[in-house]
């Protein structure tokens, strides 16, 4: 069962553009949400999170909104610099009925490319 | 502050061939997780220990694959026999835990790229 999606692999923004990467959720029992960034041959690395109370969160460029009627996250880059080409995952913990620790769910990702 | 050390970064191996993966999380992480990432996909949990003590192998096939955390620290993830549909990269992730629950910031390891042939 896929909680978390991403329908883009991927997303080509010109460079100091606005790049918008979209996730939706399917578990409206999610307590927050998390983008992760990955470049190539490395780990993911933790971006930015949002609790399910808020509808925004802001970081530098990086601004997430949540949409809880939609199920609807997305994760703004504005503006996009080179550096920000990577694959972009959006996460989610949660809490199998058989345990009582949560874990972390990720979407498929979706590449992005700043082009100059 | 070191991050979290994985070993090896690359093995190539033949079909029912085994292989282990070695990893050290962040000193005074409780929590410690190994994820399994094919081409194309989103990280797959494959367990998750809390100090020495699984919570969650439920996505392990255990009939290959087997982890252990000894002393709460360091963790070997070992498949054996591989197949070729075990190529992907294997990441280990370590995270504070409080309370029990997972706060969600985990830092991962570079990865160990295994290819099967």
């Known amino acids: 069962d896929q909680q978390v999606k991403q329908n883009s692999p991927s997303l080509s923004v010109q460079e100091g553009r606005i790049s918008i990467l979209n996730c939706d959720y399917t578990?409206?029992?999610?307590?927050?949400f998390l983008w992760y960034k990955k470049y190539p041959a490395e780990g993911p690395t933790f971006l930015i999170s949002?609790?399910?109370?808020?509808d925004k969160n802001e970081d530098g460029r990086f601004t997430v909104f949540l949409n809880k009627s939609a199920k609807h996250l997305s994760l703004h880059i504005v503006p996009s610099q080179p550096g920000d080409s990577a694959v972009y995952f959006c996460?989610?913990?949660?809490?199998?009925?058989?345990?009582?620790?949560?874990?972390?769910?990720f979407g498929s990702g979706t590449r992005l490319s700043i082009r100059p | 502050e070191a991050g979290v050390a994985q070993s090896p970064r690359y093995k190539i191996i033949e079909k029912r061939q085994s292989v282990a993966f070695w990893c050290n999380p962040i000193?005074?992480?409780?929590?410690l997780y190994w994820y399994q990432q094919i081409l194309g996909q989103g990280p797959k949990l494959l367990i998750q220990?809390?100090?020495?003590?699984?919570?969650?192998d439920s996505q392990l096939p255990k009939d290959r694959f087997s982890a252990e955390r000894l002393k709460g620290v360091d963790s070997t993830l070992k498949i054996q026999p591989a197949k070729l549909e075990d190529s992907a990269v294997y990441l280990c992730?370590?995270?504070?835990?409080?309370?029990?629950?997972?706060?969600?910031?985990?830092?991962f390891g570079e990865g160990s790229r295994l290819t099967v042939l």
């Open positions: 992730a370590s995270s504070l835990d409080y309370g029990g629950r997972v706060t969600g910031e985990l830092f």
């Open positions: 578990n409206s029992m999610f307590d927050y």
């Open positions: 949002i609790s399910s109370i808020k």
């Open positions: 996460a989610a913990p949660r809490v199998p009925h058989y345990s009582s620790a949560s874990k972390i769910i």
């Open positions: 000193s005074g992480h409780a929590t």
């Open positions: 220990f809390q100090n020495n003590g699984v919570v969650d």
